[in-house]
Each structure stands twice: as structure tokens, then as C-alpha cells.
């Protein structure tokens, strides 16, 4: 840092304070010092930046270990904000999910050396985290045992989205709503089951059987193909897209057309959604502005900037936006009457 300062012709305390991203540092001198240290070959030392600060500018991130879209959006968005922010990322994963696992992918992170934890998608196996992380937690779902004024809890709000997709179906003049949920060891699936419920509550209308998938495309054309010869059965909210998908296809191979016979709609918004036959109605999660926002909060934590008052988690929700195509659309007999009240699907 000494060489970079006598090439570029400032003080040390300037070099620093570009190298780091500091503020009140002109265009015209910060650039002098990018310059002088691109030339020297200059690359900030995190283990000695650490030895001095006590912090490692690292954030470690316990995945599930998962290629489907959600957590793996979740995953990409995290890293990048992660790096904008000026840190760097560590990620464990944990392929079962258990919170044993999540325990030990702590542990690990914690003797690499971190400055917070972001825990991606936990699932409920009746047991509580065994191990305090010491360090602030950001999580994006339910966590038993962990809990005070450093953990954030943040992500999607499933519960208002699922309430939100079941509703525009009930206002297309759907009767009741069913609904494939996801595996519900996860807390996002039984999230959208509860925003589910409570609509049709809401509506006052029956809910019928609920059906379960595992995510995957082949879960939904197993449930589809189970359900496609209930001719009651005209609308339904699927948690995920690729479980849509295998929907769709089950209902067309049995001749139910959709949306003339079935309205269905997704969740999250995966890239191939608007290119399907029909294109899908569904709800989109923005990863990036999520994982923007629950690192920003997570780094408030680690900087102890955070104005939360009291010593209780602090619960941001972001909302998720429906995204009207043409899988879903107004039972049919209303169509036929051409039914003026029904939303028009764009």
C-alpha cells in the first residue's frame, strides 16, 4: 500500500480509502490510485485487513446444496450483491437440509472466518439449530432456535402471494381453488399453502384435497394425471412453475384443455414460463432486489448500524408481483356469457 501511495503521490490513508470504497475520495484521485495499483499488481490482503480490524469482509452462505430455480436464483443474486456490497462469500451446503447439517455447515463457515451467515431455504425436521453462530444470521425462512437482535429473517412474502394467485383465480369467477403444493419438510411450501387456505376462507369457499409434490416437473404431471378426471377440478395454484409444467402436460394428454377447462398458475416466474403453450400466468420473486435487501440488513448487523430497538428478530417480507398471462382465464360457461366482470387477461 506504501508503493501504491509514493506511485500515485497520496497518502497512505488515501490509498485506503479507495481500496476499501470509501467516501470522500475524488473521481480524479481514486482513479490515480486504481491506476498505481493495477500497474504494481496491488490485491488488498483480507487475512491482514482482518488481523487489524478484526473482521474478514466475508459472508458465508448455507445453501441446500439444490439446482432448482428458487434457491439457486437466490443463490446468484446473493453473490453478486454480496460482492457489490465489497465482500466476499463462502458457501457450504447442505444437500439434506437437516438442521443438523445446517449446524455443521455453520460450524465450517465460522473456523473459515466470517462476519455474518446467510442460511438459504431451511427445511423443518422437527429438530432446532444445535449451534449459536456467534455472528449475525440472515435467514430466508423459519429456523427454530434461532432467534435475537442480530437474526433477520427476509425473503418472498408466500403467504400474501399464494393469497394473491388464489384470488385472481377466484375473481376470474373459479368456484374454489385447488392446489399442488410443494413438499411441506419446506417452509416456503407451506407458506403458499397458508396464503392458499386463507382465500379460500376468505371467499367462503370449500377448499378441496390438497396434492403434494417434490418441485420437480414429474411430481406435477403425477398430480396432474391424478386429478385431470374431476371435472369439478377448473382452477388451480401450483407453488412452483416446474411442477406446473407437468401439470399442464398431464391435463392436455387427458383432454382437459388449458385454460378453456383448467386455469392454472405458477410460482416464480422461471424463464420458460412465458414461452410455454399457454403462456403461464405466475408469480414472480425478484431475487435480486430480495437478496439486495436482506444483505443490506445483514451488513447493518455486522456494522451495528441496525436501529431495531430491542433484542426480537427483526421480520422483513418482499413482496412478489402476479404476472397475468394466458394459462389461466374465467371457467368456460362464463365465457360463453361473456361475463363482464371477470379481470382481462393481458
Same mark, same amino acid.
Given at each position: 500500500?506504501?508503493?501504491?501511495?509514493?506511485?500515485?503521490?497520496?497518502?497512505?490513508?488515501?490509498?485506503?480509502?479507495?481500496?476499501?470504497?470509501?467516501?470522500?475520495?475524488?473521481?480524479?484521485?481514486?482513479?490515480?490510485?486504481?491506476?498505481?495499483?493495477?500497474?504494481?499488481?496491488?490485491?488488498?490482503?483480507?487475512?491482514?485487513?482482518?488481523?487489524?480490524?478484526?473482521?474478514?469482509?466475508?459472508?458465508?452462505?448455507?445453501?441446500?446444496?439444490?439446482?432448482?430455480?428458487?434457491?439457486?436464483?437466490?443463490?446468484?443474486?446473493?453473490?453478486? %450483491?454480496?460482492?457489490? $456490497?465489497?465482500?466476499?462469500?463462502?458457501?457450504?451446503?447442505? /444437500? #439434506?437440509? +437437516? !438442521? =443438523?447439517?445446517?449446524?455443521?455447515?455453520?460450524?465450517?463457515?465460522?473456523?473459515?472466518?466470517?462476519?455474518?451467515?446467510?442460511?438459504?431455504?431451511?427445511?423443518?425436521?422437527?429438530?432446532?439449530?444445535?449451534?449459536?453462530?456467534?455472528?449475525?444470521?440472515?435467514?430466508?425462512?423459519?429456523?427454530?432456535?434461532?432467534?435475537?437482535?442480530?437474526?433477520?429473517?427476509?425473503? %418472498?412474502?408466500?403467504? $400474501?402471494?399464494?393469497?394473491?394467485?388464489?384470488?385472481?383465480? /377466484? #375473481?376470474? +369467477? !373459479? =368456484?374454489?381453488?385447488?392446489?399442488?403444493?410443494?413438499?411441506?419438510?419446506?417452509?416456503?411450501?407451506?407458506?403458499?399453502?397458508?396464503?392458499?387456505?386463507?382465500?379460500?376462507?376468505?371467499?367462503?369457499?370449500?377448499?378441496?384435497?390438497?396434492?403434494?409434490?417434490?418441485?420437480?416437473?414429474?411430481?406435477?404431471?403425477?398430480?396432474?394425471?391424478?386429478?385431470?378426471?374431476?371435472?369439478?377440478?377448473? $382452477?388451480?395454484?401450483?407453488?412452483?412453475?416446474?411442477?406446473?409444467?407437468?401439470?399442464?402436460?398431464?391435463?392436455?394428454?387427458?383432454?382437459?384443455?388449458?385454460?378453456?377447462?383448467?386455469?392454472?398458475?405458477?410460482?416464480?416466474?422461471?424463464?420458460?414460463?412465458?414461452?410455454?403453450?399457454?403462456?403461464?400466468?405466475?408469480?414472480?420473486?425478484?431475487?435480486?432486489?430480495?437478496?439486495?435487501?436482506?444483505?443490506?440488513?445483514?451488513?447493518?448487523?455486522?456494522?451495528?448500524?441496525?436501529?431495531?430497538?430491542?433484542?426480537?428478530?427483526?421480520?422483513?417480507?418482499?413482496?412478489?408481483?402476479?404476472?397475468?398471462?394466458?394459462?389461466?382465464?374465467?371457467?368456460?360457461?362464463?365465457?360463453?356469457?361473456?361475463?363482464?366482470?371477470?379481470?382481462?387477461?393481458?
Amino acid at each position: 500500500m506504501t508503493d501504491v501511495a509514493r506511485l500515485a503521490g497520496v497518502s497512505q490513508k488515501t490509498v485506503s480509502r479507495v481500496i476499501n470504497g470509501e467516501r470522500y475520495v475524488s473521481d480524479n484521485i481514486r482513479q490515480r490510485v486504481l491506476r498505481a495499483a493495477q500497474q504494481l499488481g496491488y490485491r488488498r490482503n483480507t487475512a491482514a485487513r482482518a488481523l487489524i480490524t478484526g473482521r474478514f469482509r466475508r459472508i458465508g452462505f448455507v445453501s441446500l446444496g439444490t439446482a432448482d430455480y428458487g434457491p439457486a436464483s437466490l443463490l446468484i443474486a446473493l453473490e453478486r %450483491a454480496t460482492r457489490a $456490497a465489497g465482500f466476499s462469500f463462502t458457501v457450504a451446503t447442505t /444437500l #439434506e437440509g +437437516g !438442521h =443438523d447439517k445446517i449446524s455443521d455447515a455453520i460450524r465450517w463457515l465460522l473456523e473459515q472466518g466470517i462476519d455474518g451467515i446467510v442460511i438459504s431455504e431451511p427445511v423443518d425436521e422437527g429438530e432446532k439449530l444445535e449451534i449459536d453462530p456467534g455472528v449475525p444470521v440472515l435467514s430466508f425462512g423459519k429456523l427454530p432456535g434461532l432467534s435475537g437482535s442480530h437474526v433477520v429473517f427476509g425473503g %418472498a412474502d408466500g403467504v $400474501a402471494a399464494a393469497r394473491t394467485a388464489t384470488e385472481h383465480l /377466484l #375473481e376470474l +369467477g !373459479h =368456484d374454489t381453488v385447488w392446489h399442488l403444493a410443494g413438499p411441506q419438510r419446506w417452509w416456503a411450501a407451506r407458506d403458499r399453502r397458508e396464503g392458499w387456505r386463507r382465500a379460500l376462507d376468505d371467499a367462503g369457499a370449500t377448499p378441496p384435497p390438497l396434492a403434494e409434490g417434490d418441485w420437480s416437473p414429474a411430481s406435477g404431471y403425477k398430480a396432474g394425471t391424478a386429478l385431470a378426471s374431476d371435472p369439478s377440478m377448473t $382452477a388451480v395454484f401450483v407453488a412452483n412453475d416446474e411442477m406446473a409444467i407437468g401439470m399442464i402436460r398431464a391435463l392436455n394428454e387427458a383432454g382437459r384443455a388449458v385454460p378453456d377447462d383448467v386455469s392454472v398458475i405458477g410460482f416464480d416466474d422461471i424463464p420458460s414460463a412465458a414461452y410455454l403453450s399457454p403462456p403461464l400466468t405466475t408469480m414472480r420473486q425478484d431475487f435480486e432486489a430480495v437478496a439486495a435487501h436482506g444483505l443490506d440488513l445483514l451488513i447493518q448487523q455486522i456494522e451495528g448500524t441496525s436501529a431495531e430497538p430491542d433484542s426480537k428478530p427483526l421480520r422483513t417480507d418482499f413482496p412478489a408481483d402476479l404476472i397475468v398471462r394466458q394459462s389461466a382465464a374465467a371457467p368456460s360457461h362464463d365465457r360463453r356469457n361473456d361475463a363482464p366482470s371477470r379481470k382481462e387477461v393481458q
